[in-house]
């Protein structure tokens, strides 16, 4: 991680607003990258904040996201921001060609981790519209489970 960013308060902020900070530094980052003056474009507009949540949580990468268009940067540029950031994919669960509609990813970034949900529906895909307002932060929890077999 990049010692010139800066970390938004947790401690002050909802999780999604936190977030949306986090991703508008890191396409700063990423047109600094690039060698413009400004974010691109895609920046401000909300389904690709949308998008840029779900690939976080769904560790679709968004090296491979973003990349598509050489305009905001390529897959190793994003693997590089990503690292600065500390991005790191915890887990997902659900989602995709026989697993369940419901969708949960876990993920941390600039040491905060956070928790995702949206859906998946064979005939539609990712459901994500709204992901970004929607996450929360969280924290590992141990739990016992309690499994019944046949005797």
């Known amino acids: 991680m990049t010692q010139d960013i800066q970390i938004p ?17 890191m396409l700063a980052r990423m047109a600094h990258i690039l060698g413009v003056e400004d974010a691109p474009e895609v920046t401000y507009s909300s389904h690709t904040n949308d998008s840029f949540v779900l690939n976080l949580a769904a560790d679709e ?9 050489k305009q905001f940067g390529n897959r190793d540029d994003w693997t590089k921001v990503a690292n600065e950031f500390g991005y790191e994919h ?5 989602g995709g060609e026989g ?3 419901y969708v949960e990813g876990v993920f941390i970034i600039l040491g905060q981790m956070f928790i995702a949900n949206w859906r998946y529906y064979s005939h ?17 929890v141990q739990v016992t489970e309690t499994q019944y ?3």
């Open 124 to 140: 539609h895909g990712y459901d994500y519209d709204d992901i970004a307002s929607c996450v929360d932060y969280a924290k590992p």
């Open 99 to 101: 697993g369940t509609e």
């Open 61 to 69: 990468t968004l090296c491979e996201s973003f990349a598509y268009d």
């Open 149 to 151: 077999t046949r005797v």
């Open 9 to 25: 308060d947790f401690t002050k902020l909802e999780a999604s607003e936190a977030l949306h900070q986090i991703i508008q530094l």
């Open 90 to 94: 915890i887990q997902r669960e659900g």
